[in-house]
């Protein structure tokens, strides 16, 4: 079964800093999706960034982007120039490319320090 | 806003009891899924619909159950409702198929006293 391990409940960051949240997943798919969700305050589940297995290039959005090591099964999650509305739980996701089910890492709670 | 809508945003009921949630998947998303967020926890996946036929099942409850309709909303019942069912319940969509992305709606906050 799919698992997805995020190994940091909480992290800080100074405001302008960077930060980078990990999360490692366990697959026999060589190809599938990641992907970094933000849940604020408010609750609702927002997409941050997503990755295709197939696509070496990391992906980028703004001022996130992700460090995607296949082999070593990692998509951690950098935020530069962090900003108070950073401040959210971040999810972690992965699905089969051929799949439906999206599986959840536990979350890292991110606090954005003024 | 992700296009997905869920009706109510929040549900007070005893235990015991019944409800109905509701969800509007973004237009033209064949797709959609249901998740549990209970407090301080991560998403668990309930259900998935596909153009009306259910695609695949976690771990959703018997006393659960859902269907989605020929205008492709969706309706998660949960019945007989306990204490330890309070949480937040998520709508997802997306296009269909073997589309990648899911749309989360705002989510229906469930509380059974």
């Known amino acids: 079964a799919q698992t997805v391990t995020q190994s940091q409940p909480e992290m800080s960051v100074q405001e302008a800093e960077t930060v980078t949240l990990s999360c490692t997943y366990d697959?026999?798919?060589?190809?599938?999706?990641l992907f970094w969700y933000k849940q604020p305050p408010s609750r609702q589940m927002i997409l941050v960034i997503r990755?295709?297995?197939?696509?070496?290039q990391n992906a980028t959005e703004n001022r996130f982007s992700v460090n995607f090591q296949k082999a070593a099964k990692s998509f951690s999650l950098k935020i530069s120039d962090s900003q108070l509305g950073d401040a959210a739980m971040y999810f972690c996701?992965?699905?089969?490319?051929?799949?439906?089910?999206?599986?959840f890492g536990t979350g890292t709670s991110l606090t954005v320090i003024p | 806003d992700s296009g997905v809508t869920q009706t109510p945003k929040h549900l007070i009921t005893a235990t015991g009891q019944r409800v109905t949630l509701r969800c509007s998947p973004r237009s033209g998303d064949l797709s959609v899924y249901w998740y549990q967020q209970s407090l301080d926890q991560g998403l668990q996946f309930l259900i998935q619909y596909y153009n009306g036929e259910e695609r695949a099942k976690g771990n959703i409850l018997e006393r659960f159950s859902a269907q989605q309709f020929p205008d492709l909303h969706s309706e998660l019942n949960l019945s007989s409702l306990e204490l330890g069912d309070s949480a937040l319940y998520f709508c997802?969509?997306?296009?269909?198929?073997?589309?990648?992305?899911?749309?989360f709606g705002p989510g229906t906050r469930l509380l059974v006293l």
């Open positions: 997802a969509s997306s296009a269909g198929g073997y589309q990648e992305t899911q749309y």
């Open positions: 697959t026999s798919e060589s190809d599938y999706y």
């Open positions: 996701a992965y699905r089969r490319k051929a799949g439906n089910q999206f599986y």
């Open positions: 990755q295709e297995a197939y696509k070496q």
